[in-house]
């Protein structure tokens, strides 16, 4: 079965360091990886996907991750983060379920991002 | 307009009750989805609604029945919960269930609480 893990639990960091979020799946035929991130008492929403192309994808609002293939991962990095980045972040496989047509997402365990002033 | 809405933001209610959380959205997505967080956990997949009809079904107990009236609406109706279900509840929808390249739409969730 398809999975993704993340590596770390938590991550803290001080405001404008360069951060990466660590994040491997197990391999298969076909890979769609998201990212998405929960603020404190919100739903999740999308920050990137990547289905097919180019390996490195990118957000609105500065992170981006890159599909690795022979590394099995989708680290997702930003270079400057900002005290409003402190979040939750999850990584997520889009597999079929039991090899039909229809698809669910498994999520990471996610990581805990705090950017301290 | 990409937002999915969830009614009642909070919810407490005993062992005996029965309650109903509500979900709409109006981005004419053909897919819906219940998930049950826990506090620092990921969100576990309980039920899909593909065009109306459940398509998965992740073993939940009978206690949570789902409800697709139409294609804009989704309830969870809930009865005879155990404190072990307090969680928060959360609700997405994508175009299509059976592409695996479909974003997923949250709501902000229903925080439910049973005593």
């Known amino acids: 079965a398809q999975s993704v893990t993340q590596l770390d639990s938590q991550v803290p960091v001080f405001e404008e360091a360069p951060v990466e979020l660590r994040c491997n799946y197990s391999?298969?035929?076909?890979?769609?990886l998201f990212w998405y991130v929960q603020y404190p008492n919100q739903g999740l929403q999308l920050l990137l996907k990547y289905l097919s192309g180019s390996t490195l994808v990118e957000s609105i609002n500065g992170f981006e991750a890159e599909f690795n293939k022979s590394q099995t991962s989708f680290h997702l990095r930003k270079p400057s983060v900002h005290i409003s980045d402190t979040a939750e972040y999850f990584c997520a496989v889009s597999v079929s379920e039991g090899g039909g047509s229809n698809y669910k997402l498994t999520f990471g365990k996610g990581t805990l991002l705090t950017v301290n002033p | 307009d990409t937002e999915v809405t969830q009614t009642p933001k909070h919810l407490v209610m005993g062992m005996t009750n029965k309650k109903s959380l509500k979900c709409e959205q109006h981005m004419g997505h053909r897919a819906m989805y219940w998930y049950k967080q826990k506090a620092k956990k990921p969100p576990e997949l309980m039920f899909v609604y593909s065009y109306e009809k459940l398509s998965i079904n992740e073993s939940v107990p009978s206690r949570f029945s789902p409800e697709c009236p139409n294609s804009s609406l989704l309830n969870l109706h809930l009865h005879a919960l155990q404190p072990e279900d307090s969680a928060l509840y959360l609700c997405?929808?994508?175009?299509?269930?059976?592409?695996?390249?479909?974003?997923?739409?949250f709501g902000p969730g229903t925080r439910l609480t049973v005593l």
């Open positions: 997405a929808s994508s175009q299509g269930a059976t592409r695996g390249t479909d974003t997923q739409y």
């Open positions: 391999s298969s035929v076909s890979v769609y």
